[in-house]
């Protein structure tokens, strides 16, 4: 087989990715084209394509690619910060839109809504994040707060940081969520003895623990769903 050139802009026109994609649609362009037209450019010798295919081979597939930092983006020769930020922005655009929604107007009255709106958000992060999504009688969302970055402990999620903004908005009652970057969506005993913890405090503050939900990949547990609560 013929090497390739090494810059797209000498292949005939009608194989260009770039301009395919405008004549006949994204949806007929393969993973490393598409991410080939993010790259924008190769490098001596490569061309975007190439090194999307190098992307892909050592983090594959698309949905293991978009769990790697920009820093791992980089390990890739040919792929520098400016390459890895711009597929960094692009693949955390694709969560937003996935997470279905603005979520100023988004109302959580099951568990599913909540999973189908955090999962495509939190599924590839690499520490556990605790939230606190505060709702207002309706169900619908008031404000989202971060409560905590790593491992999950009652000495770092304290009812005071929970419920300090829940007494400010006034929200009638709040959602718990977390995940496991571990893929395993099963609470452990300090998620069962936080929840336990936070569900007393809302009673004496008249303020409702709803659900203490647990993302893991694609999957999720509902601590009210599971009679845990």
């Known amino acids: 087989?013929?090497?390739?050139?090494?810059?797209?802009?000498?292949?005939?026109?009608?194989?260009?990715?770039?301009?395919?994609?405008?004549?006949?649609?994204?949806?007929?362009?393969?993973?490393?084209?598409?991410?080939?037209?993010l790259l924008g450019k190769g490098m001596r010798k490569k061309t975007a394509i190439d090194l999307a295919r190098e992307l892909l081979d050592q983090y594959g597939p698309?949905?293991?690619?978009?769990s790697r930092s920009p820093g791992e983006l980089t390990g890739v020769k040919g792929i520098g910060s400016a390459k890895a930020a711009t597929l960094s922005a692009?693949?955390?655009?694709?969560?937003?839109?996935?997470?279905?929604?603005?979520?100023?107007?988004?109302?959580?009255?099951?568990?599913?809504?909540?999973?189908?709106?955090?999962?495509?958000l939190m599924r590839d992060l690499r520490k556990e994040i605790f939230k606190v999504l505060l709702l207002n009688r309706a169900n619908r969302l008031i404000k989202?707060?971060?409560i905590s970055e790593g491992t999950l402990d009652a000495s770092i999620v304290h009812p005071r940081d929970v419920f300090r903004e829940a007494i400010l908005e006034p929200a009638s009652?709040?959602?718990?969520?977390?995940?496991?970057p571990s893929g395993n969506p099963n609470p452990s005993e300090e998620?069962?003895?936080i929840t336990k913890q936070l569900v007393e405090a809302g009673r004496l503050l008249g303020i409702?623990?709803?659900?203490?939900?647990?993302?893991?990949?694609?999957?999720?547990?509902s601590l009210a769903d599971d009679g845990l609560l």
């Open 191 to 193: 998620d069962l003895r």
């Open 173 to 180: 009652g709040i959602l718990l969520i977390h995940n496991h």
């Open 1 to 37: 087989m013929a090497e390739s050139p090494y810059k797209i802009s000498r292949w005939p026109k009608k194989e260009r990715p770039r301009e395919r994609l405008l004549q006949e649609g994204p949806q007929h362009l393969t993973e490393a084209e598409l991410l080939g037209i």
């Open 208 to 221: 409702k623990v709803y659900d203490h939900i647990i993302l893991a990949g694609g999957s999720y547990r």
């Open 62 to 66: 698309l949905q293991k690619l978009f």
């Open 144 to 146: 989202e707060v971060t």
């Open 90 to 120: 692009a693949f955390e655009l694709a969560r937003r839109v996935q997470s279905q929604g603005d979520p100023d107007k988004k109302s959580f009255k099951r568990s599913a809504d909540v999973a189908n709106h955090y999962l495509p």
